[in-house]
């Protein structure tokens, strides 16, 4: 979350640098250059909470043997990033690159996405973040140490403070990836965050935010109570009501917005 206990930025760790090569994007990759690449791929490992504002990044030539490419690459990707102010540089002792900005989204683009994908393709994304997430907390609650569950807790304190759809949405998604880092199961969280690296874009309008954020914040923390408490069997089974109350509720407002379309 950008800080450690002095204040100083936080360095990005490998375990985020392996979550960020996992992530999806929205562009075919082949319709790009590596730089560009680079460039999306930081851009959506901060709309899902992997990277934040103030995080440092690692000296360029360990980040691009991390992502595979080489360092002129990256240092085209990170120029880009720059100039969309979301990487800034310091120079001297002391400097490197860090995360300076966030991702902005309009709350028009999430309900966009909404409306464009299909009923089945939405339900089984959902269906898909059920499985892999009751999975994960039902590991986590058998496997988890005390440390964990504190990043946990913090990252739904961090979830109730924010009040925009895309700062929800980073620490929504940070939350269901984190119960595969709990799980200490690398092919867990990996899935994890492909599924909200294409799940995430369509959460958190407007309306959600006014009916589900408190909501979401108490079925959060029951979650992380069954697991700190070692109940697996509960952990499995808040954490599926939980995700099949936000597929119930993103179905219903994406046949919503067609009916709405269809009107027009």
Sequence with gaps: MGEDNTGA???VSPRSLDMMLQVGT????????????IMHRFE?????????RGDRLPPESDLAEHLGVSPLTLRHGLHMLRQRGLVATRRG????????????????NTELRLQQIDT?????????????????????????DASEVAGMRAWNE????????????????RFHIELGVLAQSPQLTSLLVRVQSELAPMTWWEKQIAERKSTAYDEHNSIID?????????????????IEKEQVYAIEHHLRLLMTEKEL
């Design 120 to 144: 089945d393709g939405l339900r089984d994304l959902f269906d898909l973040a059920a499985s892999a997430g009751r999975a994960a907390a039902r590991l986590g609650a058998m496997r988890t």
């Design 9 to 11: 930025p936080n360095m």
């Design 26 to 37: 929205n562009f075919p990759d082949d319709s790009m250059s590596l730089a560009e690449q």
């Design 226 to 242: 069954a697991i700190a408490s070692g109940n697996h069997e509960e952990a499995e089974s808040l954490t599926t009501k939980h």
């Design 93 to 108: 002792r002391g400097g490197g690159s860090y995360i300076s900005g966030q991702v902005i989204d309009q709350n028009e």
């Design 158 to 173: 961090h979830f109730l403070k924010e009040t925009t759809n895309a700062g929800l949405r980073r620490a929504d998604s």
């Design 44 to 52: 959506a490992a901060l709309s899902i909470g992997i990277l934040s």
